[in-house]
């Protein structure tokens, strides 16, 4: 029992990386979803490719050719969501719209600020990505 201290910083250290991890890992996820979710073409390119590359095993002259392909489809997808961003935007509002008067006033607030966060976290990441 006299070696119980070092044991407990060990224990501390390890369960202090362990939550660190847990939460850096989970900012990466987010910003990586909304990257995705607001059309960085750079992100999804990387992850379809590294996708493409794993499941078939391309070489370096398949991936050569089949870049410029999906940029080409990702380009395409991208003007198809922002003509359809206006319709997505009013079926979100009218969702909130919705939701708010289920919810208490507390509630409501909270949810409207969750709205306000990802609308201007896709508004700073459009402009990222179209850099």
């Given at each position: 029992?006299k070696?119980?201290?070092p044991l ?5 250290i390890?369960?202090?990386g362990?939550v660190?991890g847990?939460?850096?890992?989970r900012?990466y996820v ?8 607001a059309g960085?073409?750079a ?12 499941k ?17 489809a990702l380009d395409?997808l991208?003007a ?6 206006p319709?997505a935007?009013?079926a979100?509002d009218?969702?909130?719209?919705d939701m708010k008067p289920?919810?208490?006033p ?6 409207s600020?969750?709205a306000?966060r990802?609308r201007a976290?896709r508004?700073a990441l ?5 850099e």
């Amino acid at each position: 029992m006299k070696n119980w201290k070092p044991l407990l910083a060990a224990c501390i250290i390890f369960l202090s990386g362990a939550v660190l991890g847990v939460a850096g890992t989970r900012l990466y996820v987010q910003r990586a979803v909304l990257r995705t979710v607001a059309g960085d073409m750079a992100q999804v390119e990387g992850l379809i490719m590294g996708r493409l590359d794993d499941k078939l095993d391309l070489s370096d002259e398949q991936r050569r050719e089949l870049r410029p392909i999906l940029a080409r489809a990702l380009d395409e997808l991208s003007a198809i969501r922002q003509e359809s961003r206006p319709k997505a935007d009013a079926a979100i509002d009218r969702a909130v719209a919705d939701m708010k008067p289920r919810l208490t006033p507390e509630q409501g607030e909270a949810l409207s600020a969750m709205a306000a966060r990802f609308r201007a976290a896709r508004a700073a990441l459009d402009g990222a990505s179209r850099e």
